[in-house]
């Protein structure tokens, strides 16, 4: 009996730790594991040519949104502006094939040139993926099974900017999370239940400007999870993310002058690091150090940071992609600058690492990879088919590629 108990144990055990070890690497929102960008997958090359490409998949429409990945399934959403529909599609990252879409009528609306109507990208757990479609007169967060059976969905309200939609979900623990700051009367952050669609909280927000910026998750030196959200208006924000109760904020991005936070606020080690700013003027990374119900500013910098990507952490060092093609790499304890090197093009999609390699798509239509360390390198540079503001994705050991109307894959065995 005792043997069967401890055998028992340790298979539970090991089901547990292969679980846990399988999980961490879903690339389950925007940019990865807690919007980290960091994965550690194996034979993702670093330079190619297209005969390469594991897959070249068409997509029925455009847009600037990021795939998502659980397991041997990719989400990622596409819109048709002359059709007039909008499309969550699911594919196998096994053979690339279609497994499922479906499909919502698109009403053209005032937005940035550069955006479509489809930036908002998915998020997904063991059970189900959740999308947003941001609209002026009706918004909707919905969820679907792993099969494409629609189980509920909330309704937003309205959503106002003259930018567009671009916010993204995500899942902390059974509570999907949105950042749902616009420029309507109905500004908010919300928590809704994962397994049925009702509401666990909602948080007012002023009612200034649209943020675009995905939250990540804080764990604190008690052992519990901070929801952080970035705003230009509310500045730094930590919520708890089941009950909705604010541990903190920090209005830290100088409400003198208008600015966006479209660019995600990080975690590096102890610190919470999030930036904002305005096209034409200035912009911010400001690293906050939260201890329990407030968090210290650190230090900030301000000359050549990045407004519409996001920052990335690997290890003891930042990089700070700009929009036009300037990477910064910083100490993340001090923002002591290491280097400083003009890549080129324009950028706003966020880099990701993959091992030791950085990799980044412009919006003029190159992937350009350089080492992640102490000493600039550029490892390698492609021409891709169009440009692209979304930001790669890591899953089933291979690296995704969303340009406009196509998905791209490298990397594994043909």
Known sequence: MRKTLIFSFALTLALALVTASSGAEEWNRFRGPNGSGLSTAAGIPTTWTEKDYRFQIDLPGSGNSSPVIWQDKLFVTAADAQKLERYLLCYSTGSGGLLWQKSWPLEK???HAKNSYASNTPACDAERVYTIWQAKERSQLLAFDH???ELWKYDLGRFESNHGCGT???VVGDVVVVNNNQEGESSFLIGVKAATGEQAWKIPRAQVKATYSTPCVFRNAQGKDEVIFSSWHEGITSVDPTTGKINWEKDVFERDQEKRAI??????GDLV???CGFAGGKKFLVAMRP????A???YRLDRMVNHQPTTIAVGDLLFLWNDQGVVSCVHAKSGQSVW???VGGNYAGSPICVGKALYAMSQDGELVVLAAAEEYQELGRMKLPSGSSATPAVGSGLLWLRVEDKLLALGGAK
């Open 109 to 111: 609306e005032k937005k």
């Open 147 to 149: 099969l494409g059976q």
């Open 168 to 170: 993204s979900p995500i």
């Open 263 to 268: 660019g995600s606020p990080i975690v590096a």
């Open 273 to 275: 690091l999030a930036n």
């Open 291 to 294: 201890n329990g119900e407030t």
């Open 296 to 298: 210290a500013e650190e």
């Open 340 to 342: 400083q090197k003009r």
